[in-house]
């Protein structure tokens, strides 16, 4: 069973720049989430889709981010225009059953310079 | 306040040691606990769910205490590939599941 894929696995971008990050679950997971972790701080969640639908986006930091999830499949994660606190490591994790059996991705390392 | 706090480490013990870790989370509405394993510049992969019963998995023990709102991770004859940062993680139901993380403890075991 291929795991969960995340690309780029890294990427650097200027200020202002945008980046649109990609995330394809594992077959059959209607779950997915994006987590981020900064530099020094703890990894914190970002936002869940079930199937194409946004479950609950408390926690995207601000309208430069923007997530879609069309068809219920890949996801992607845009970035515009980026700023230099965006920099961290962005994890996309899938999970058939909501709550349990987390599967995370490689992660997407973004340095905004 | 932290939601999840453990100690960041580093913990540097030899082969062979025992080594615990602990965590405390503020909710008491926390339901699903866990703990990760986070190897350098690499994703978070579960390690072990955590039961009030307490549980074992070879040579990791999992204790959780909910009264106290702490949970505890003992590692016993410590192998060089035990070297890790272990990460303390909830879930809350009413909020949808999703992951809440300590910052992580990091574990060195020297030869």
């Known amino acids: 069973e291929a795991g969960v894929t995340q690309f780029p696995s890294h990427s650097v971008i200027e200020k202002g720049q945008t980046v649109t990050l990609r995330c394809d679950p594992i077959?059959?997971?209607?779950?997915l989430y994006w987590y981020r972790r900064v530099m020094g701080k703890e990894i914190k969640f970002l936002l869940h889709?079930?199937?194409?639908?946004?479950?609950?986006e408390s926690g995207m930091p601000n309208n430069r981010f923007l997530a879609e999830r069309t068809g219920g499949t890949y996801s992607t994660l845009k970035v515009q225009p980026a700023e230099l606190e965006d920099s961290g490591v962005y994890f996309c994790?899938?999970?058939?059953?909501?709550?349990?059996?987390?599967?995370f991705g490689s992660g997407t390392r973004l340095t905004v310079v | 306040r932290k939601e999840v706090e453990q100690d960041p480490g580093p913990f540097n013990v030899p082969e062979g040691a025992t080594v615990a870790f602990n965590c405390t989370y503020s909710?008491?509405?926390?339901?699903?606990f866990f703990w990760y394993r986070q190897d350098c510049r690499k994703e978070p992969k579960l390690l072990m769910s955590?039961?009030?019963s307490g549980n074992e998995d070879g040579r990791f023990t999992a204790q959780l205490n909910r009264a106290s709102q702490y949970i505890s991770l003992l590692i016993r004859d410590s192998k060089l590939s035990d070297s890790a940062t272990y990460l303390c993680v909830v879930t809350v139901f009413d909020a949808g599941n999703m992951l809440t993380f300590g910052g992580g403890t990091r574990l060195m075991v020297k030869p």
């Open positions: 909710n008491s509405a926390s339901q699903s």
């Open positions: 994790a899938s999970s058939q059953v909501l709550g349990y059996g987390y599967t």
């Open positions: 077959s059959g997971h209607d779950n």
């Open positions: 889709f079930v199937k194409e639908s946004k479950q609950d």
């Open positions: 955590v039961y009030s």
